[in-house]
């Protein structure tokens, strides 16, 4: 067997997930990972390549060639969840909709959870409806930051951050009127971050 396919088969093993999964992360059908796991696709093309290294947090070298013994334990899965509840402002399990993994030196003793972006209001930050967003827990917020909170009784939203006192707003980053600002008092209304956007990956879309 090549070592392509010792390789991917070893990691993907390691991390937990099935090769459907794989396939859903890398944007290819399952087919095309039955085969580089057998190892008869021993060459799928660069593209392909280097979105398996960026999925498990190595080098296409380390695919093709040589890799360390330790590289499984390198990275951490991170569950990306199709929405928070302002009601339930933790984790669903049954809403976890996909996995995605964070090399652990970057975790750097934070929590982290995704979720996906429920609408075109950042677009204009490149953050596309239904992209995963990574979200760093607890974070200390800064004005600027894209952060996701919930606040009174409606679900998780993204949006920029900005504090003076007691006044919160939250911007949307699209300039066609529909996100308007979204304006919070302290001592009147429920505000409840759930950390800072730190990472987010967009997906092609559907034809």
Request: hydrophobic letters at 40%; charged letters at 25%; aromatic letters at 6%.
């Amino acid at each position: 067997m090549e070592m392509l396919a010792v390789h991917v088969r070893g990691l993907r093993k390691k991390s937990g997930i099935s090769q459907e999964q794989l396939a859903k992360r890398i944007g290819v059908g399952v087919t095309t990972v039955n085969n580089i796991e057998s190892g008869y696709l021993t060459m799928p093309g660069m593209k392909i390549l280097e979105k398996i290294a960026e999925t498990f947090f190595v080098t296409v070298d380390d695919l093709l060639h040589s890799i360390s013994p330790d590289v499984g334990e390198r990275s951490k899965m991170v569950h990306i969840v199709s929405s928070v509840s302002s009601q339930k402002p933790y984790m669903e399990i049954s809403k976890i909709v996909e996995t995605t993994f964070m090399d652990r030196d970057d975790m750097r003793g934070f929590e982290f959870m995704g979720i996906k972006m429920p609408d075109k209001s950042m677009i204009e930050e490149a953050i596309k409806e239904n992209a995963n967003v990574i979200i760093r827990q607890n974070d200390t917020l800064q004005n600027g930051d894209i952060i996701a909170a919930v606040y009174n009784n409606h679900d998780a939203v993204i949006r920029l951050y900005y504090s003076d006192g007691d006044r919160i707003v939250l911007k949307a980053a699209n300039s066609s009127g529909l996100y308007p600002d979204i304006i919070l008092d302290r001592t009147k209304d429920r505000f409840e971050p759930i950390g800072k956007v730190v990472h987010w990956t967009n997906f092609a879309d559907k034809k």
